[in-house]
């Protein structure tokens, strides 16, 4: 599908779909997307819920999305167009899962113009934009941690792998105990289980640990 801004002006906009359950917000990131000469805005919907469907309707480039928490956005499934995410505090599994589903950029909620209007052009381009702080969360899953024992690797069991599969996706305790029908605390014991045999201290450095050594993949 051919893009919309090649086809408006001689290339020369950028068309975005600006989603945000805030009616304050959304007026905000609108009138900051309408001050960028590079940008046009193309429609400004509440929530996220049909991100997907109105960006195809609308022809989108690209996605400006106002999370209020990082599970307004599903990212398990690949964006239909590239995103530029607003949100606070993500996980690192999360970020790392969208960023494989097309989210291109990834903000805090505070970031103004000089941030959010360069990372739009730039995901357009296909490039990666990323706040400092989550690249430095996202670069720790890659440096190489203290390696289990393989003794430890393999007294995972396959409900455990299935768990810290999870983890590594950014999923919470309680949404893994539903999608495993069992209760909160027996994900709890896995996860506490999933540590002490990998020598973990926290569930980030478990999945970072996992990847490194091949048990998940993201």
Not at 180 to 190: A, E, P, R
């Amino acid at each position: 599908m051919a893009k919309r801004s090649a086809q408006k002006n001689g290339g020369s906009h950028i068309g975005v779909l600006l989603a945000s359950a805030s009616a304050v917000r959304r007026a905000g990131l609108e009138a900051m997307v309408k001050s960028a000469p590079s940008l046009q805005l193309i429609g400004s919907i509440q929530g996220t819920q049909t991100i997907g469907l109105r960006a195809l309707e609308l022809r989108a480039d690209v996605v400006l999305a106002d999370l209020e928490a990082q599970s307004s956005l599903r990212v398990q499934n690949p964006l239909s167009v590239p995103a530029v995410v607003l949100v606070d505090n993500p996980e690192p599994g999360w970020a790392a899962q969208a960023l494989r589903s097309g989210v291109k950029a990834i903000l805090t909620r505070d970031a103004g113009g000089e941030e959010i209007i360069p990372a739009v052009i730039a995901a357009y381009a296909g490039f990666v934009f990323l706040d400092p702080a989550y690249a430095r969360d996202l670069a720790q899953q890659v440096r190489p941690p203290v390696l289990p024992s393989s003794a430890a690797i393999e007294h995972l069991t396959p409900r455990e792998l299935e768990v810290l599969g999870m983890l590594a996706e950014g999923v919470g305790n309680r949404e893994i105990a539903s999608r495993l029908g069992v209760s909160d605390h027996t994900i709890k014991f896995h996860i506490s289980s999933i540590l002490d045999k990998l020598g973990a201290s926290t569930r980030t450095e478990a999945v970072a640990m996992g990847l490194r050594q091949g048990l998940i993949l993201l």
